[in-house]
């Protein structure tokens, strides 16, 4: 069985996108645009993403209307997105909406990953649901030079240093690569056994989807 992992870009206090959800200062920096392999989860077969990573993503390369882009981030892997809304979908790209808890969802996740990694791609708050549920194993993340003062919190979550163990800290190009794992509470790992059913239309009952 693969790890779950939390791998994303953050500026040095603790931001992943502006006040604007832009990314913008994230380009900027020199190998923002285009990171270096070794910064990315090399294991991972399937990638999760909230709502509004995943519009952000499509938004950001126009890729409803040019759905090629969506293998030069995504390649051929599966993707879920938890969201109570009905989203496009780029044509040929491996999309899943699903709805409910991340526990819920995890033996369906786990069965599309096999033995290889769940790259949860953002936001924080996805991150975190994961982290609540006993099953995050690590977190890593590319700080980049640049302070924002404002934005989308990295991980909004209060995690004691008990809970965290740095593997790896090292320069790659301008930004500061930090890899911790995580220590996990076994009490809030337990799944059910059912998979998490698609996003259905509207409904007003279901819990609100990742930032």
């Not at 294991?43 to 993503?57: I, K, P």
């Not at 008990?162 to 809030?188: H, I, W």
């Amino acid at each position: 069985m693969g790890r779950i992992i939390f791998d994303t870009a953050t500026s040095i206090d603790g931001f992943i996108a502006d006040e604007d959800n832009s990314l913008g200062w994230l380009f900027a920096a020199d190998g923002g645009q285009t990171p270096d392999d070794e910064v990315l989860p090399a294991h991972a077969g399937v990638l999760v993403e909230g709502s509004t990573t995943y519009e952000w993503v499509l938004a950001e390369s126009d890729i409803v209307a040019h759905p090629e882009r969506w293998q030069e981030f995504h390649g051929d892997r599966p993707t879920f997105v938890f969201t109570t809304r009905e989203l496009p979908v780029p044509a040929g790209a491996d999309v899943t909406f699903l709805r409910g808890s991340v526990r819920d969802a995890l033996p369906r996740l786990r069965d599309a990953a096999g033995e290889r990694d769940i790259w949860v791609v953002g936001g924080g708050d996805l991150a975190g649901q994961f982290f609540d549920a006993g099953v995050l194993d690590e977190i890593a993340v590319s700080v980049a030079p640049v302070t924002l003062g404002a934005g989308a919190p990295l991980l909004p979550r209060r995690i004691e240093a008990d809970r965290l163990t740095l593997e790896s800290a090292k320069a790659v190009g301008q930004f500061a690569r930090l890899v911790y794992r995580v220590r996990n509470d076994p009490n809030g790992a337990d799944a059910p056994s059912e998979p998490t059913p698609p996003v259905s239309p509207a409904d007003p009952d279901a819990p609100a989807a990742d930032r």
